[in-house]
């Protein structure tokens, strides 16, 4: 099953799962890569994969204008054409873009392209705070619901809950990959009082946890109460 969007979101504001990169605009490759930018980040794709064509025609081992070609398809739902170019761009450049070609492959394989769990009705009391995601899939992996992650701190960056409630993005650190269409079987928000914490603190320093019972994620949006959970201080 193939997907048919091509973006992902972070925090609960739309981005794209990466961001095109310029070059140096030094020689002629680099010029039409970063004219296929500019094109790109008026999500004008169809323009960008002429520049981004035309600055691998120039430089066939610019390892940019691969990876950003294969942004440009996968933004245009072409996850098989954006597979092939960030293949290209790691056989460059390899391990640089693994996670990029991950994303394009589940994509790809099994039309997930992303989603957001939203967080509703949170007590005023945890207003300003953070929160985290964990959940257990029935395919045994794990979804987290924080920003970022540092490889080396394994600290992870969480999202601030505001005005009652908190959009955290499903993204699996380990594999790098959305999940649609999984049954959840044990999740649980965690709320802290500061915005970053380490992986090895998370335990000490949770303010509040709200257990649910299992639900089912699908691609996009989903949503849900905190009245279905409870707020255990």
Partial sequence: MKGKKGSWRIAGIALTFAVFLY?????????ANDRGVALAQRQDYEGSIIEFSESIRLNPKYVLAYYNLGLSYYHLGDYDSAVENFVEANRLKPRRYQKDLKFAEDARDYGTTGGIFVLTDIPADYNGKYAYFQATLSSGEYIFGFASANSSTKALTLVQITNGQVSLPMWATLTYRYFGNDTVLRNAIGIFDNPTVTSSEISDSMQAAIPFE????S??????????????K
């Fill in 214 to 217: 299992s639900i089912t994620f």
């Fill in 23 to 31: 070059g140096c605009a030094s020689t002629p490759a680099e010029m």
């Fill in 219 to 232: 691609n996009g949006n989903v949503t849900k109460s905190v009245n279905d959970g409870t707020v255990i």
